[in-house]
């Protein structure tokens, strides 16, 4: 079954060491969202989350960031442990990250 959430990819670069999109990145900001999306109206327009993440399952594990409102949601991968999300989210490229913004992204 094919079912969307209110979100759209719109920013997604290739991962600087294994040439590809981050998957595993892309599966938490998804799941993510999901989450956010399930919460409806319990969740506030303010609602903020923020966190670090050890990424494995790849070839190369690294350390993620995410942070997620009710309508946005971003993914930043192999970041600096500690590393400030402010100062990701104002630069408008970091090296792996996957952005989800109000839209429609298909759910497999």
Sequence with gaps: M???IPHKITNCTICPHTGEACRIGF?????????ITAGGDMISEDFEITGHVEM???MRPCTGVF??????CHMFGDVEEGADVAVLLAANAP?????LEAGAAPLN
């Design 2 to 4: 094919n079912r969307t």
């Design 27 to 35: 599966e938490l900001a998804r799941k993510l969202c999901q989450s």
């Design 56 to 58: 494995v399952g790849c």
């Design 67 to 72: 942070h997620a409102t009710k309508s946005s």
């Design 95 to 99: 090296m792996a990250a996957v952005t």
